[in-house]
């Protein structure tokens, strides 16, 4: 049984996730390689907030085209535009307009090009049929009250032979009640 409706569920997290702070980069030192977090500005580094490294598995190539599910500030997306190169091109959708501010200044200050940036729901994306060759998500999936939905628009989007890599947060046993009803453990 659902304690929240999808409307307040995005509400929760979009003010949660918009007022987020952070001046350590002890999440992403512990799933991201020194070489990797070097080049990158240090707000995309010290608000890594997911909870793995997707792009180790989903064999980005130059001049693909990769979307990052809920990119927050951008860690993954960075990191997927240096990959796929400035023949390629990495599109960004996150629902809260603060980290799709801090995304669009991170990627204009490592000197990106080949990102774009869009405001949207990862249950509704802002994209058309067969647009992507890659679907990435890191620690997004579980905010989603319609994981489902969110797995149909990522197959939706996809072109034909696409891929999709996905690090997440899977429980083995149900949450207690007073945890499914707590809005901060919605929000992660």
């Known amino acids: 049984m659902p304690y929240f409706r999808n409307d ?3 509400s929760l997290i979009r003010d949660a996730y918009g007022h987020v702070r ?3 980069a002890a999440v992403a030192e512990a ?7 070097a080049p990158l500005p240090r707000e995309a580094v010290e608000l890594a907030l997911g909870v793995g490294h997707p792009l180790r598995h989903a064999a980005l190539r ?3 085209v990769a979307l990052d599910l809920g990119c927050g500030a951008g860690i993954d ?6 990959l796929v190169g400035p023949a390629g091109r990495v599109i960004g959708v996150d629902m809260t307009p603060e980290m799709v501010a801090r995304v669009r200044r991170n990627a204009a ?23 992507v060759d890659v679907v990435v998500s ?10 489902s939905r969110v797995l149909a628009e990522a197959f939706r989007v ?3 032979g696409g891929r999709i890599a996905i690090a997440d947060l899977v429980l083995d046993d149900a949450l207690p009640a007073d945890v499914l009803k707590s809005p901060a453990a919605l929000a992660g």
């Open 77 to 82: 997306t960075l990191l997927a535009a240096r």
């Open 109 to 131: 200050d490592a000197g990106l090009e080949n990102v774009e940036i869009r405001q949207g729901l990862i249950e509704e994306l802002p994209l058309p049929d067969a647009s």
């Open 138 to 147: 890191n620690g997004v999936l579980n905010l989603s009250t319609r994981k």
């Open 8 to 10: 307040e569920a995005r």
């Open 31 to 37: 799933f991201y390689a020194p070489d990797e977090l």
């Open 62 to 64: 130059p001049g693909e």
């Open 158 to 160: 996809l072109r034909p």
């Open 22 to 24: 952070s001046s350590s």
